[in-house]
């Protein structure tokens, strides 16, 4: 599996913009970056994914960088429900009949997101 | 908008019995997924289930453990002969279709504890 590299933690005030990096320098033509983020005592939840384009969606948005090695998730104004453990995953295609791919997760252990009120 | 619901919540089980966990996934979802987290420790990839048959397992998934899809609605997993160690969250999950380009959408998980 191609591997991901994130800070341990970071520390972000409330009602200001958060961005969480994400090293990727093994990822292949086809990977997809995937955003999923844990809230204490929940299972994880998708916030965002993209390919090479950055993307935005009403959670948050993907800064891809252009050799795709790297991307940024950003919280473009961080609230205190955003505080949880933020995952970068690189979309594992499984092998399957057909070439169908299963699509399982590999979860590292993420960045901790603290946000102060 | 549509969740994967778990049930139960807490499930407290002497050693070396069976437990079976339960997830409903969302309606039109085809690939239905387990994960295990022990306390602290990272998420870890259990099994793939598509089309009626495992897909793809981790080395964790070993003979203790089974899947099954009852019914039209239903997905369970099945811990035979408990031990300590299998305490941990359990997270059901499962994807629209195929394509690394689908978002995973998980319930809120299970807590096992093992006594």
């Known amino acids: 599996d191609a591997k991901t590299t994130q800070p341990n933690s970071m520390e972000s005030n409330e009602e200001e913009p958060v961005h969480l990096p994400c090293n990727h320098s093994?990822?292949?033509?086809?990977?997809?970056i995937h955003w999923y983020r844990q809230l204490p005592s929940q299972g994880p939840e998708y916030v965002i994914h993209?390919?090479?384009s950055n993307v935005n969606n009403r959670m948050a948005s993907l800064a891809i960088a252009e050799d795709r090695k790297s991307s940024t998730l950003i919280l473009h104004r961080a609230t205190l429900r955003d505080a949880a453990v933020y995952y970068c995953?690189?979309?594992?295609?499984?092998?399957?009949?057909?070439?169908?791919?299963?699509?399982?997760?590999?979860f590292g252990q993420g960045t901790i997101l603290t946000v102060h009120p | 908008e549509p969740e994967v619901t778990q049930t139960p919540s807490h499930q407290v089980t002497q050693m070396g019995q069976e437990v079976i966990l339960r997830c409903v996934p969302i309606?039109?979802?085809?690939?239905f997924y387990w994960y295990r987290q022990i306390l602290g420790q990272k998420v870890e990839f259990l099994v793939s289930?598509?089309?009626?048959?495992?897909?793809?397992k981790s080395e964790i998934f070993d003979d203790q453990f089974s899947v099954e899809r009852p019914d039209g609605s239903n997905f369970t997993l099945k811990i035979r002969s408990t031990k300590l160690e299998d305490s941990a969250m359990y997270f059901c999950?499962?994807?629209?279709?195929?394509?690394?380009?689908?978002?995973?959408?998980f319930g809120d998980g299970t807590r096992l504890s093992i006594l």
């Open positions: 093994t990822i292949s033509g086809t990977d997809y």
């Open positions: 309606s039109n979802h085809l690939y």
């Open positions: 999950a499962s994807n629209p279709g195929t394509g690394s380009n689908q978002p995973q959408h």
């Open positions: 993209g390919l090479t």
């Open positions: 289930f598509y089309n009626n048959e495992i897909s793809e």
């Open positions: 995953i690189l979309r594992d295609v499984g092998q399957g009949a057909g070439g169908t791919s299963y699509g399982k997760l590999t």
